[in-house]
C-alpha cells in the first residue's frame, strides 16, 4: 500500500499506479533491487516509478499466471489536484 500526502496541506492523493483492470499497478518489475522502485526528492514536484501498467492472463498447465507487461520508468509531476504522468520510458519487451 501507499499514499501520496502534502505535509504543507495534509491532502491525500492515491498513488498513480495501482492494481485493476486497466489501471497501472505497483509491481516490481525484473531484478529488485536493481533499479529503485520509487524515486523523489522532498524538495520536488518529480516522482519517478519503476512500475508495470498491466499485466495479462496466462494459463500453464491448468492454472492461471499473470506476466507483467509495459514495465519501465513512469515520470510524474505534482499538482493541487495529484500526480499527473508527464513521461514514460518502457524496458524492450
Given at each position: 500500500?501507499?499514499?501520496?500526502?502534502?505535509?504543507?496541506?495534509?491532502?491525500?492523493?492515491?498513488?498513480?499506479?495501482?492494481?485493476?483492470?486497466?489501471?497501472?499497478?505497483?509491481?516490481?518489475?525484473?531484478?529488485?533491487?536493481?533499479?529503485?522502485?520509487?524515486?523523489?526528492?522532498?524538495?520536488?514536484q518529480l516522482l519517478i516509478a519503476n512500475i508495470c501498467e498491466?499485466?495479462?492472463?496466462?494459463?500453464?498447465?491448468?492454472?492461471?499466471?499473470?506476466?507483467?507487461?509495459?514495465?519501465?520508468?513512469?515520470?510524474?509531476?505534482?499538482?493541487?489536484?495529484?500526480?499527473?504522468?508527464?513521461?514514460?520510458?518502457?524496458?524492450?519487451?
Amino acid at each position: 500500500m501507499a499514499a501520496i500526502v502534502d505535509l504543507k496541506t495534509g491532502r491525500v492523493f492515491p498513488p498513480p499506479f495501482h492494481h485493476g483492470p486497466g489501471h497501472s499497478y505497483f509491481q516490481v518489475p525484473g531484478a529488485f533491487p536493481a533499479v529503485p522502485t520509487l524515486a523523489y526528492r522532498l524538495d520536488s514536484q518529480l516522482l519517478i516509478a519503476n512500475i508495470c501498467e498491466t499485466d495479462k492472463a496466462t494459463q500453464v498447465g491448468g492454472r492461471v499466471g499473470y506476466e507483467a507487461e509495459k514495465c519501465g520508468a513512469h515520470y510524474f509531476v505534482m499538482s493541487d489536484k495529484g500526480p499527473r504522468l508527464i513521461h514514460r520510458v518502457l524496458d524492450d519487451q
